[in-house]
């Protein structure tokens, strides 16, 4: 089955096993939930972990794993990745995962500026790179993006003036 990025570890936590978690879903509580089975990528491996509990910690989340209730056993993690199965149910019709949206091709009023190489996770809008003749990073917001086409790969976007470097 194919996975979705759910988080970063970005530290562990007391000495428990608990791992310090930046999340990158918006469902945290259907991912950690208690017997969910979490994959971490560790040195291009993947590790399935059991999750034993989680809470909410100074806007990030502690994640502590089955077997694993000891900082020496999580310590190698800090900085991995964590993923989960892809789960259409969690979606309304209409939505769609942000992994999704790389490798969409971009039009600006119909012209091709190039892929998306990535979205970057923000707070207030998120922020698609688009890779083509220059690396564009556009606002992934209402006002520039006009329509999204994911089953066929396409973004339409209306850029205003000094978006793209002319040079």
Same mark, same amino acid.
């Given at each position: ?56 910690? @100074? !806007?990030?989340? =502690?994640?502590?794993? &089955? $077997? ?6 999580? *310590?190698? #993690? @800090? !900085?991995?990745? =964590?993923?989960?199965? &892809? $789960? ?6 209409? *939505?769609? #995962? ?70």
């Amino acid at each position: 089955m194919e996975k979705v990025k759910i988080g970063k570890i970005v530290n562990t936590h007391g000495i428990k096993g608990e791992l310090k978690v930046k999340s990158m879903t918006d469902f945290p509580e259907e991912r950690f939930q208690k017997g969910n089975i979490v994959t971490i990528r560790y040195q291009n491996h993947d590790i399935n972990m059991e999750v034993l509990k989680h809470r909410y910690h @100074k !806007g990030h989340i =502690l994640v502590a794993f &089955k $077997d694993y209730e000891d900082i020496n056993l999580v *310590e190698k #993690y @800090k !900085g991995c990745d =964590l993923y989960c199965d &892809k $789960d259409l149910s969690l979606l309304d019709e209409g *939505e769609y #995962y942000v992994d999704d949206l790389i490798g969409c091709q971009v039009y600006n009023y119909d012209e091709y500026i190039g892929d998306v190489s990535e979205v970057q996770l923000f707070e207030h809008h998120d922020i698609l790179v688009v890779q083509g003749q220059h690396k564009i990073m556009i606002p992934y917001v209402e006002a520039f993006v006009k329509n999204e086409d994911i089953d066929n790969k396409r973004i339409d976007v209306e850029l205003i003036e000094g978006f793209i470097d002319e040079d």
